[in-house]
């Protein structure tokens, strides 16, 4: 037995999974775990700390940048 791991296209799943269950292959999905980078980390961090910034209105909030 060997394992295959392959992209598909959202569109297209549906027309995989039933070729390759007419080849009588097993399917498994696997679902793709998104796992923060450590600058998103250290952002979140900052603001459970309370340092975060508030802004009165997306104007300002894009004046600030």
Do not use: C, H, W, Y
């Not at 390759?20 to 097993?26: A, M, N, S």
């Not at 696997?30 to 104007?59: H, R, W, Y």
């Amino acid at each position: 037995m060997q394992t295959l791991e392959i992209k598909v296209p959202d569109n297209k799943t549906r027309l995989v999974k039933e070729f390759l269950k007419e080849l009588g292959v097993t399917i498994k999905v696997k679902k793709e775990v998104n796992i923060p980078n450590a600058d998103t980390i250290a952002a979140m961090n900052e603001l459970k700390a309370g340092k975060g910034k508030k802004f009165k209105s997306v104007e300002d909030l894009f004046n600030s940048i």
